[in-house]
């Protein structure tokens, strides 16, 4: 089972385009990500630049209308997000919970689709897919 | 399984493999060690329900393990004789210490869970043993996992993994990591055992089909693992690509029907 930990920094909706992580959270960060290594569950992480420098796109019978951020309305933005591998959901979830975050941030734990979990006739639509490249787990 | 059994069994795939070889390095004996850390286990069971999931699980784990394993160290000293008791102290502390020298001139990789693995591994066992107690040990899997995996009764595989402790036991096979020559003969003897367990989840047939997909799971974790532990091995990095690409294929290698494809039979501009 796969399951992508999503972090939600409170505060990085406003953060300049040019934000970078602290140096001391980095290396916070990289004790924890050495330990989902170690432990072979880590497919995947990244950190996300802030949406003051991002663009959302709305549709409207298929005519797209772009935005550019920041984004007042939104409150809840993704700073990053961790991909692991784990045998259950409560792993995953452990796992969520041993992340050095501090007390504004919060982790969003959400199982990934796999092939098999979807009825035969979404798989047949889907034929050929898990065959794009970096489309099944990513190699880090 | 109430939902506390679950999270105890999540903290126990996380933190059993570590916890094993941590042990070990105490007991120079991995069966012993499991059984240590299969006792903290049971106290973790009894605990954690009422007291609730320690912020430090692993700490937890480890003390309550090593007190037990100290216990056993005593009643085992206790049955000795004083003067020998005090002899084979100083020995022991001598030999850590030449051992850490040796270590420190070899740089040899000082890494218990490496140990583990390769201890788990070794060539003295037969393939289905080696198996067994990989799954156990270094991917936390239950001996009833283990067994639906296989398709054996639980009670096969109970016996598989003790007569496995019994032939290490037996033939004093060291808590160590192998050098120099004997290192390339035994690193193939690792990437087997974990390439085997990949292909009993890759050949499943559809009917028991999503337990033995997760062996692909386990085996591509095992492989990861040992890319980390071994970096330098050009053969670690070779069998996860493998894997990796095989576990991939696997979309491709269902028919319409459902029916199994070979490799060289599947339609390669999917």
Same mark, same amino acid.
């Given at each position: ?7 939600? +920094? ?6 300049? +385009?040019? !934000? ?29 630049? +802030? ?8 549709? !409207?019978?298929?005519?797209? !209308? ?69 489309? !099944?787990?990513?190699?880090? | ?18 916890? *094993? ?48 394993? *100290? ?18 102290? *100083? ?5 850590? $210490?030449?051992?850490?020298? &040796? ?6 990789? &000082? &890494?218990?869970?490496?140990?583990? *693995? ?29 067994? @639906? ?32 020559? &004997?290192?390339?003969? @035994? ?24 337990? @033995? ?31 990796? $690409? ?15 494809? $070979?490799?060289?039979?599947?339609? @390669?501009?999917?």
């Amino acid at each position: 089972m796969r399951f992508m930990m999503i972090v939600i +920094p409170k505060g990085y909706e406003t953060a300049a +385009p040019d !934000t970078t992580p602290k140096p001391e959270d980095v290396a916070r960060m990289m004790e924890y990500n050495k330990a989902l290594q170690k432990a072979g569950v880590l497919l995947a992480l990244d950190g996300l630049h +802030p949406p003051s420098s991002a663009v959302r796109i709305s549709y !409207t019978d298929g005519k797209p !209308t772009l935005t550019d951020g920041p984004f007042a309305e939104s409150k809840e933005i993704i700073g990053g997000y961790w991909i692991i591998q784990v045998r259950s959901r409560e792993e995953a979830i452990e796992w969520a919970k041993r992340a050095p975050m501090s007390n504004n941030e919060i982790i969003e734990v959400r199982q990934m689709f796999e092939m098999s979990d979807f009825p035969e006739d979404v798989r047949k639509a889907a034929e050929g897919f898990e065959d794009i490249p970096n489309a !099944t787990a990513a190699k880090k | 399984m109430s939902d506390i059994h679950r999270t105890i069994e999540a903290v126990w795939k996380i933190e059993s493999t570590r916890l *094993i070889a941590g042990i070990a390095r105490v007991t120079h004996d991995i069966g012993i060690a499991e059984e240590l850390a299969q006792d903290a286990l049971v106290a973790a069971l009894e605990q954690w329900p009422e007291e609730g999931i320690p912020a430090k699980p692993a700490a937890w784990l480890m003390t309550a393990a090593k007190r037990r394993a *100290i216990d056993a160290l005593r009643r085992g000293r206790m049955l000795e004789q004083k003067h020998g008791e005090l002899a084979r102290e *100083i020995e022991f502390q001598q030999q850590q $210490l030449a051992a850490a020298m &040796d270590n420190a001139l070899d740089q040899v990789i &000082d &890494d218990d869970v490496l140990r583990l *693995i390769f201890t788990a591994c070794h060539p003295i066992l037969a393939m289905e043993g080696r198996v067994a107690l990989t799954l156990r040990m270094v991917c936390g899997l239950t001996t009833a996992e283990i067994a @639906r995996a296989f398709l054996v009764p639980e009670k096969t595989l109970g016996q598989r993994i003790f007569r496995a402790k019994k032939t290490l036991a037996e033939a004093h096979v060291p808590f160590e990591t192998p050098r120099g020559e &004997d290192l390339r003969r @035994r690193v193939e003897s690792v990437l087997s055992v974990v390439y085997l367990i990949f292909n009993e989840g890759y050949t499943a047939t559809s009917g028991d089909e999503w337990m @033995r997909k997760e062996l692909c799971d386990d085996a591509l974790r095992l492989g990861r693992m040992l890319v980390e532990l071994l970096p330098n091995e050009p053969e670690a990095h070779g069998l996860l690509a493998l894997m990796e $690409l095989q576990a991939s294929r696997t979309a491709a290698r269902r028919g319409r029907n459902g029916e199994a494809i $070979l490799l060289l039979e599947q339609n @390669r501009s999917l």
